[in-house]
């Protein structure tokens, strides 16, 4: 194998020893140093767009992320021509903090000086893990391109395992949509908290454009997002979602351009883990679930696996030459000394479809379910019922009794299970990127929560209209109508909700309604 196939096969990180010198490579082989006369970048034609990164702290080690591109270069843009140079990183502990956020030149003694090479194939993104570090210990570091340098930024190792801690400080984030979402947060994080390092749940991007939850709310300084290819989600025309690799690259190279988001990169590591939206929403393996229903799209799915490999600066095993979408392994758990364990697990590689299949009849219409009453707005009586029968089918068939109705995988659940009950911390901490708890809609407290609102008459004369207008005088249709909408329900979700109850009404079922 030679060495172009080595980067790419082993998804181009490269190990440095705090001591200097570029010794190894994730998996244990030998790293490749730069190619024989790759020349260090020269000039001031180079910039950080995305600034730098830092991930997965440990006790003795951390992951190092950048982009470099020539300045004339627009800053989303995907790299297409190989640069055939070489980028500086240091590294020191000495204490930097009045540099922290600028370009100003780092200070003091570095644990680490090398050269790391650009690679196209990865959209120029350098992925640099440092071992041999001290635990519990602040480091500077800083990229160099010729003679343009990366802002000052700093991590904080783990404790050592086996060592007592009084107390760490961590934030946790999620759900950062740029069409929507206000990142005031993030600059007050930035200029104010002391944390040992930040978890993020998942949703860093989302994949979707143009929707119309996404109109209307957005920050100035978020300018409109334009993907590169894109599919349309209905028809020729309105909103799309990413489905090519160059898709999801825009997308996360767009969100880093933000220099509040930036800045918290700068200070703190990040400890992260996906959910739907670096993929799709309310995905699960490969399976995509807009209005068409349940598509299997693995090309789709390797695209959005490799770019948050690429862009996330995760201590991760990515494999771009395996065949099939489970070709990246992001569950993983972190030490804190003896007072904490965090494990973070991967909810949607490995799940099962939903307990209720969005292609599941529905019995007033027909026609599929689609998100509502399969995703959304589950009869408990069905759930419960579609669960214990898939529960049973493989019980049987001498299968694993979860197949059909887990979240982890099989041998996910059981590195958690064994993570979780061998480990001594004392506080053990799991990184979910999915709410534990169920949802659920009770009527009584619903018609309570208006009359303490005092909506009780605006809401049944919505009703009253409704049932004239639009259900035919069919007056719980209508109810179940407003009550969607007036939860925030879009008027085609609440028409298929109110069709759902009616069918369970119908046959006799439950129809209290549950979030699934």
Same mark, same amino acid.
């Given at each position: ?6 980067? &790419? ?22 790293? $490749?140093?730069?190619? $024989? ?37 627009? *800053? ?24 922290l956020g600028s370009n100003k030149a780092l200070d003091g003694a570095a644990v680490v000086d090398v050269q ?14 440092? !071992? ?8 500077? /570091? ?19 395992? *086996? ?8 934030? /946790? ?6 069409? @929507? ?32 939850? #996404? ?7 978020? *300018? ?16 799309? /979602? ?5 898709? /999801?690259?825009?997308?996360?190279? &767009? ?29 699960? #393996? ?8 349940? &598509? ?62 969005e292609q599941t009849p529905n019995p007033a219409t027909g026609l599929p379910l689609g998100s509502i009453g ?14 214990? #029968? ?22 996910q659940r059981d590195w958690w299970k064994s993570t979780l009950k061998a480990s001594t911390a004392t506080w ?47 007056? $719980?249709?209508?109810?179940? @109508? ?28 439950? !129809? ?5």
């Amino acid at each position: 194998m030679d060495r172009r196939q080595f980067i &790419k096969l082993g998804g181009f990180i490269t190990v440095t020893a705090a001591t200097g010198g570029l010794v190894g490579c994730g998996g244990g082989s030998s790293s $490749p140093a730069p190619a $024989p006369g790759t020349p260090p970048a020269t000039g001031a034609n180079w910039k950080f767009p995305q600034s730098v990164a830092s991930g997965d702290p440990r006790s003795d080690s951390i992951m190092l992320w950048t982009r470099v591109v020539p300045a004339s270069m627009d *800053d989303v843009a995907t790299v297409t021509a190989k640069s055939g140079v070489t980028v500086r990183l240091q590294v020191t502990a000495a204490d930097n903090s009045s540099a922290l956020g600028s370009n100003k030149a780092l200070d003091g003694a570095a644990v680490v000086d090398v050269q790391l090479e650009l690679n196209a194939d990865f959209d120029n993104t350098i992925r640099n893990k440092v !071992t041999g570090l001290q635990p519990n210990q602040a480091y500077f /570091y800083q990229f160099t391109a010729g003679d343009v340098r990366s802002n000052v930024a700093r991590f904080k190792t783990a404790p050592a395992a *086996d060592v007592s801690v009084d107390q760490l400080k961590f934030a /946790y984030l999620t759900c950062q949509d740029w069409s @929507i979402n206000h990142w005031g947060a993030l600059d007050h994080i930035a200029r104010n908290e002391q944390l040992d390092f930040i978890v993020h749940l998942g949703d860093y991007i989302y994949e979707t454009v143009g929707e119309a939850f #996404q109109a209307g709310a957005v920050e100035k300084r978020h *300018d409109p997002l334009t993907l590169p290819n894109g599919t349309f989600k209905n028809g020729v025309s309105g909103a799309k /979602y990413a489905t090519t690799l160059d898709d /999801y690259r825009y997308l996360y190279k &767009k969100y880093r351009t933000d220099s509040r988001l930036q800045a918290v990169h700068e200070r703190f590591a990040f400890i992260a883990i996906w959910d739907d939206h670096e993929f799709s929403d309310d995905c699960w #393996q490969d399976t995509q679930t807009y209005a068409e229903g349940e &598509k299997h799209d693995t090309p789709r799915r390797r695209s959005a696996n490799q770019a948050w490999f690429e862009y996330m600066p995760a201590d991760v095993t990515f494999d771009s030459a395996a065949t099939g979408f489970q070709n990246i392994k992001i569950y993983r758990d972190f030490k804190f000394g003896k007072l904490m364990q965090l494990v973070m697990t991967d909810e949607r590689l490995f799940r099962a479809d939903h307990v209720v299949p969005e292609q599941t009849p529905n019995p007033a219409t027909g026609l599929p379910l689609g998100s509502i009453g399969a995703r959304y707005l589950v009869a408990q009586d069905l759930y419960t019922y579609v669960e214990g #029968q898939k529960i049973a089918a493989a019980t049987a068939a001498g299968a694993d009794p979860l197949t059909g109705v887990a979240m982890l995988g099989a041998t996910q659940r059981d590195w958690w299970k064994s993570t979780l009950k061998a480990s001594t911390a004392t506080w053990k901490l799991w990184g979910n990127e999915v709410s534990l708890l169920r949802m659920g809609l009770n009527g009584t407290d619903a018609i309570a929560t208006l009359v303490a609102l005092q909506a009780v008459a605006s809401v049944a004369t919505s009703i009253g209209n409704t049932a004239a207008t639009s259900t035919g005088g069919n007056v $719980p249709v209508a109810a179940a @109508i407003v009550g969607a909408m007036t939860a925030g329900a879009s008027v085609s979700a609440a028409s298929a909700a109110a069709m759902a109850i009616a069918g369970a009404a119908a046959g006799g079922g439950d !129809t209290s309604a549950r979030l699934a």
